[in-house]
């Protein structure tokens, strides 16, 4: 895009906001008023956003004009990321950055070098008040692992240690298994448990409904006596790959080792372990958990021209597992997060309330970077205007999906109507896919996530083919456009989103 476009775009945008200006305490008033009568209506139903539909939005016509009035600048937005100055840019620094730092668990150096090049990266591209804030992050190292099916046959399976597993014994653990499809089965068989090495080949229904055997299996197994777990791995498909993830345990529950196995390998056990065979396992894993350390949530900001104080939240976690490359998972996330900024600022374009970028950090962890940030923000949350979050995936962006008030779902829905040269208009409801913000949306903040064609998000999540692969330039364009363009809107709406 020339320098021309870059100006009419900029004068297109003030005109606007002079045009805004001149209808705002109108407007103003106006939807203030349905605001309370819809919120009276609200408590008496216990009607809540999720059951907006497109009729119950009944915003003022000053209102719905003042959004529509943006489609110019959304277009310029969108045109400069799918076809301008910005196409591939998004792709471009992401495979440099992968690339060159890899994966990047919480309390590795791999990490911290980012989070240094990141805050580099990001003053270079403008942003503004670019810096970091400090969170205590767990340190779990995985070393090296493996594991072998000895009777009734020798064969190497492929495992991945979960996060936070401890290790075995130096000599390894060569136990016999036992194979289950669920906590109910593993109840039943009691006492044959013992000393044994719990199989779990429990079914993948979806992510949120099976990940439990992940996160709980060692601790149920261990309650039974078992020495350790292998957990089919949380996917919908496989070749032959294990998924990592966090993993609990339990106070006064023995800690046993316990690691992920690819869906072929569960069922092949199942198969033996129904057939009879003495199944004989051996594992090795030299997992630790070490004293935690600091890192960095990293900060970039585009600071509001009539609001600084008030903002609005885009944001992608920078960690990831320590295995593939992490750019998926959420290295697509946090890349449209700061390039939307970046892009906006190439554009010209300052909204009425501050634009803040975060890059989380050791979200895998259980969101310890936000959990931090949060606290150390609990006593002005006011100043959260809107919070977005990318973190399950930056394939065909769709949409957003959403959680607050019904009065901010119907102003996202309206805002949403412009993203029709990107064929995103789609609106959710509750929010999927934003577990950083979800301390922000507890507290009544409204909130949105990345609607895109994630289908095969899982096949792809916390395993070694989270690669650069996985993502598409044009995709990763029309999400920044997406996020650019709807974080803008929002930030620089006359009003503030309403709780
Ligand atoms: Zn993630």
């Known amino acids: 895009m020339g320098s021309n476009v870059i100006l009419s775009l900029i004068i297109i945008y003030f005109s606007v906001a002079n045009i805004e200006a001149a209808g705002k305490k109108n407007a103003f008033v106006g939807f203030a008023n349905k605001l309370d009568s819809k919120k009276t209506f609200n408590r008496s139903t216990s009607s809540l956003s999720n059951s907006i539909s497109r009729d119950e939005c009944n915003l003022p016509d000053e209102l719905t004009e003042e959004i529509s009035r ?82 009734p046959r020798l064969e190497k399976l492929s495992i991945l240690g979960l996060g936070s597993s401890i290790g075995t014994p130096a000599k390894g653990i060569t136990a016999h298994a036992v194979v289950v499809e669920s906590f109910e089965e593993l109840k039943k068989l009691g006492k044959v448990v013992e000393g044994k090495i719990v199989v779990f080949n429990e079914p993948f229904i979806s992510y949120e409904k099976t990940v439990k055997y992940r996160g709980y299996g060692a601790i149920e197994a261990a309650k039974l006596g078992a020495v350790a777990t292998l957990i089919r791995s949380v996917t919908p498909f496989s070749i032959d790959s294990p998924h990592t993830g966090w993993q609990h345990y339990q ?109 989380w950090t050791a979200e895998e962890e259980g969101l310890v970077g936000a959990a931090a940030y949060f606290h150390d923000h609990r006593n002005n949350t006011a100043a959260f205007d809107f919070v977005m979050e990318s973190d399950e995936g930056t394939f065909q962006p769709l949409g957003l999906s959403f959680s607050g008030s019904s009065e901010a779902g119907c102003i996202l829905k309206e805002i949403l109507k412009l993203m029709h040269p990107l064929n995103a208009t789609q609106f959710a409801s509750p929010m999927d896919g934003g577990p950083d913000i979800e301390f922000f949306t507890n507290v009544g903040i409204p909130g949105a996530a990345l609607l895109n064609a994630n289908e095969r998000y899982f096949w792809y999540h916390h395993s070694n083919g989270d690669r650069m692969t996985v993502e598409d330039p044009t995709n990763l364009d029309m999400c920044t456009a997406l996020w650019a363009a709807s974080a803008f809107v929002v930030a620089d709406l006359s009003i503030d989103m309403p709780r």
């Open 70 to 151: 943006y489609k110019p600048i959304v277009e310029g937005i969108i045109n400069a990321s799918v076809n301008g100055i910005f196409k591939k840019r998004t792709w471009r620094t992401l495979a440099r950055f992968v690339d060159k730092f890899g994966s990047r668990i919480a309390g590795s150096d791999n990490l911290e070098n980012s989070i240094d090049y990141m805050v580099d990266l990001l003053k270079k591209n403008q942003l503004e008040n670019v810096h970091t804030e400090p969170a205590l992050v767990p340190k779990w190292v995985r070393g090296r692992e493996s594991c072998w099916l000895v009777s």
């Open 251 to 359: 106070e006064n529950v023995t800690q046993i080792p316990t690691a992920a196995i690819s869906i072929e390998i569960a069922e092949t056990l199942q198969r033996m372990y129904q057939a009879g065979d003495d199944i004989l396992i051996y594992l090795y894993m030299e997992a630790r958990n070490l004293p935690p350390v600091m890192s960095r949530n990293t900060i970039g900001d585009i600071t509001g021209h009539q609001h600084p104080e008030k903002v609005v939240v885009v944001s992608g976690h920078l960690d990831s597992w320590d295995v593939g490359q992490g750019a998926m998972d959420d290295g697509g996330g946090a890349f449209i997060s700061w390039n939307a900024l970046a892009l906006l600022k190439v554009l010209g374009l300052r909204p009425r309330r501050t634009l803040r970028s975060i890059l």
